[in-house]
């Protein structure tokens, strides 16, 4: 059942002339619903649905850690938590989410200051642009100096190891050199797990691409710099 906000919603989307399939995409819901709301005058009185309500209660814990780590775009802990048999929709999430951003981007927004020379951050950022009648995702591979903000900036159709190599490759080109360590969050293609003690165990192949351009490899840590995804996301739209 629809919410009344959710109804309301759905309204003010189609007024600024957004289809059908835009307005499910975005709520998560299917389009045979929407276009039953949409026929309606007033939205209808309903009764909660614990059940739907939830299934986010497992995840909780990992979306405010990851929060905490600085990782406030939901599409990204959208994908990681359906990773973990998540099975309910983006709007739950969000909800969930939106009161907890303003503590967690004061803590996220707090700036790293590094030499020249010394560091880079690494991230991804992640897209929806529709094509047609339908949507695709699109990956931004962003790098920046910690020093002097410099930042480069490469879209990417997948966030395979390969293609994370190449764009580090031309990033170091850009910037005319290699800084001495270079920062990551949880990147699945870099941080490959931990060991009993808690230690980041760094995927062999991206270890030896380290250690061939000469830089050190670092884990971003809680409480530090806004995620670069954040960052680009926010200079797009």
């Known amino acids: 059942m629809v919410k ?14 957004m289809s059908i399939s835009q307005i499910a995409e ?13 026929e309606q005058d007033q939205p209808s009185s309903y009764s909660q649905r614990k059940s739907t309500a939830g299934k986010l209660d ?5 979306i405010r850690n990851r929060m905490t780590e600085g990782c406030l775009n939901a599409m990204v802990i959208l994908d990681e938590i359906r990773e973990r ?15 907890l ?16 020379g010394q ?4 991230d991804w950022g992640h897209f929806k642009v529709q094509q047609e009648d339908r949507f695709k995702r699109l ?19 997948d966030e ?21 360590t270079c920062l990551y969050d949880n990147m699945k293609t870099v941080v490959a797990g931990h060991d009993e003690n808690g230690e980041v165990l760094w995927n062999e192949r991206f270890a030896r691409f380290a250690d061939h351009y000469g830089f050190i490899l670092r884990r971003c840590k809680p409480y530090r710099a806004r995620t670069l995804a954040d960052l680009i996301i926010r200079r797009v739209q």
């Open 160 to 180: 395979r190891l390969e293609t994370l190599m190449g764009c580090h490759t031309r990033a170091f080109g850009y910037f005319g050199g290699v800084t001495q």
């Open 139 to 157: 990956y931004a591979f962003v790098a920046v100096l910690g020093y002097s903000r410099t930042m480069y900036v490469e879209f990417t159709e």
């Open 26 to 38: 975005e709520l998560g819901r299917d389009r045979k619903t929407v276009r039953k709301w949409l």
């Open 85 to 99: 048999g998540y099975t309910g929709s983006s709007t739950i999430l969000r909800l969930f989410m939106q009161p």
């Open 58 to 62: 497992g995840y909780k814990d990992y």
């Open 4 to 17: 009344n906000g959710e109804f309301f919603r759905m309204k003010d989307m189609r007024q600024r002339a």
């Open 101 to 116: 951003r303003p503590t967690m981007q004061s803590k996220a927004t707090e700036r790293f200051e590094t030499k020249p």
């Open 119 to 122: 560091q880079t951050q690494v």
